[in-house]
């Protein structure tokens, strides 16, 4: 028997608890902040369609630190549909969660945060949105799954980059794929995707 104590799970890996049992994050509460659903052109637009619309869809992932182990993230949401220059549809929502984070080390704090709670969000967002579309006389729209991982990449990317920009440097030892703000907020970036 050792003594060593094992590391905890890699929440980049999907593993959202420590060898010893003990959670690394809970879900607190889930809920929508924020829906919308814009059907400019009808009815002329649910007879006149033809073909498959083209959708655009822009994700954005948010966090706010409410307490010490405690943050609501925020999973927008926003899905543009049009067949040629007619607008078919807008829809929009941010859904939230409140999630509590257990004892882990800092370097895996922005991980849980900006890819496992949003990840955990995400089934129920996409759900509002193609009952949503549906709704307002369209075939369901059925986002397909988002990879986190590679968008909190991204945003790590692009904060090294403008760190870089203003002559910054990383901190020694700060995680290199975190991206850092002084409040728990993220910087509000935008990622978007054609399907």
């Known amino acids: 028997m050792s003594d060593q104590t094992a590391a905890p799970t890699d929440p980049t890996a999907g593993g959202t608890s420590t060898p010893d049992g003990k959670p690394m994050m809970l879900v607190n509460a889930q809920y929508v902040k924020d829906l919308s659903f814009e059907n400019p052109n009808a009815p002329q ?3 006149q369609q033809q073909g498959e619309p083209n959708v655009q869809i822009a994700i954005d992932v948010n966090a706010n630190q409410i307490a010490e ?3 609501e993230v925020t999973l927008s949401l926003r899905a543009e549909g049009t067949s040629g220059e007619t607008a078919l549809f807008i829809v929009e929502i941010a859904y939230a969660g409140i999630f509590s984070i257990g004892e882990v ?11 496992e709670a949003p990840r955990q969000l995400f089934p129920f967002a996409r759900a509002i949105v193609a009952d949503a579309v549906r709704d307002g006389g369209f075939p369901p729209l059925l986002i397909q799954p988002i990879d986190f991982v590679a968008l909190y990449q991204q945003r790590a990317a692009q904060a090294q980059a403008e760190q870089g920009a203003a002559g910054g440097a990383p901190a020694s030892g700060a995680p290199a794929a975190a991206p850092e703000s002084g409040n ?11 399907l």
């Not at 728990?184 to 054609?194: A, Q, V």
């Open 184 to 194: 728990g907020k993220d910087d509000g970036k935008k990622f978007e995707f054609e």
């Open 105 to 115: 080390p800092e370097e895996y704090l922005a991980p849980l945060v900006y890819i």
């Open 45 to 47: 637009s649910l007879s």
């Open 69 to 71: 182990k405690a943050f």
